[in-house]
């Protein structure tokens, strides 16, 4: 009984200092704001193992989504989650929110106004931006391509790139999404 | 055997508290690798993260230090039954993810299971046969005169 009483004690007495260790965390959780799995929302994780492989989508060289990315011919969109593209992403890149959340719509949008979307994730092994180039297909747009080489690729071309959350997500804690 | 105990209680300490310090740092990341798991409703995912970050630090110490140890190791018992039954059902499900336990990138593997495992039996070990000792108790002979049976020494 009273090891029962004293690990009751340790773990509310934990929570409360982890909550506290919280606060004083450089990267807190958002208490308030849920927390979905990267296969719920869409975003930062690979793939299930097991599961069948998205289609293919068709690829696109770096050489050339560096030209139409310099002549503005194209759009891109980034799959990653949203830390990884508020650290650095293609320039005028539309950070994709998690389907189904309201900026959704507001993000395709963008998009379409481009004859062609390019999509990239943060791994070349990565099915991600396969799985959100169909998911755009699905939504109308009509040339979709997959970066060939992912964002490492990008960067080891030169590649135009920024930093800083997008819009949809400017408040840090939406990266947790 | 108490020797064995005590190293065995201050090497678990000791890895719960390189665990929790790692984490602390980026507490949001650990959240969204316990996410990965689909054990906590979504909305309870990120309190659960720092609930869990604290009470490894809180393990830690009293591990270390021998205070409530009992008691400590009856939740480390809980919580790396929790980990290792976690990691066991997201890998049979062919869920592709991180590990957690030491913050960074470890990919969850059979593995990491075993790791906890064995953790696991040491918290056993301890909640079953106690603490030990580092040192040995003052001789019997010498003590036994103003000592009640009943003052333990434990925790």
């Not at chain 2, 976690?86 to 049979?92: E, F, K, M, V």
């Not at chain 2, 064995?118 to 003590?143: C, D, F, I, K, N």
Request: net charge neutral; glycine share 10%.
């Amino acid at each position: 009984m009273r090891t029962l009483a004293e690990a009751a004690l340790i773990v509310a007495a934990g929570a409360l200092l982890g909550l506290a260790g919280n606060v004083a965390s450089p990267r807190p959780a958002a208490l308030a704001r849920p927390v979905h799995s990267a296969a719920e929302s869409g975003t930062g994780m690979c793939a299930v193992a097991g599961a069948a492989p998205a289609a293919r989508a068709p690829r696109i060289a770096v050489e050339e989504a560096k030209g139409l990315c310099d002549a503005c011919k194209a759009g891109f969109a980034d799959a990653r989650g949203a830390s990884e593209f508020a650290a650095g992403h293609v320039t005028n890149a539309v950070h994709l929110p998690p389907a189904g959340h309201p900026d959704e719509a507001v993000a395709v949008a963008a998009l379409r106004a481009f004859p062609l979307v390019i999509v990239y994730d943060g791994d070349y092994t990565c099915a991600l931006a396969d799985e959100v180039a169909h998911r755009l297909k699905r939504e109308g747009l009509p040339d979709v391509r997959v970066l060939e080489g992912a964002w490492p690729a990008w960067v080891a071309a030169g590649g135009a790139g920024a930093s800083g959350f997008c819009p949809a997500c400017h408040d840090p804690a939406e990266a947790h999404r | 055997m108490n020797l064995l105990l005590a190293l065995f209680r201050i090497g678990l300490g000791g890895t719960f508290l390189y665990a929790a310090g790692t984490k602390l740092p980026d507490m949001a990341a650990f959240a969204e690798t316990l996410a990965n798991y689909r054990l906590v409703p979504p909305s309870l995912v990120p309190v659960a993260a720092a609930a869990v970050i604290g009470v490894e630090l809180a393990l830690g110490l009293l591990l270390v230090t021998g205070r409530l140890a009992r008691g400590a190791a009856l939740v480390a018992t809980g919580l790396l039954a929790v980990f290792t039954l976690g990691l066991s059902q997201a890998l049979l499900r062919g869920i592709d993810l991180r590990c957690g336990c030491f913050g960074g990138n470890e990919s969850a593997t059979w593995l990491t299971v075993l790791r906890d495992a064995g953790m696991l039996a040491v918290a056993l070990a301890l909640l079953l046969r106690g603490p030990g000792r580092l040192l040995p108790r003052r001789s019997a002979a010498a003590s036994e005169p103003d000592r009640a049976p009943s003052a333990a020494t434990e925790g």
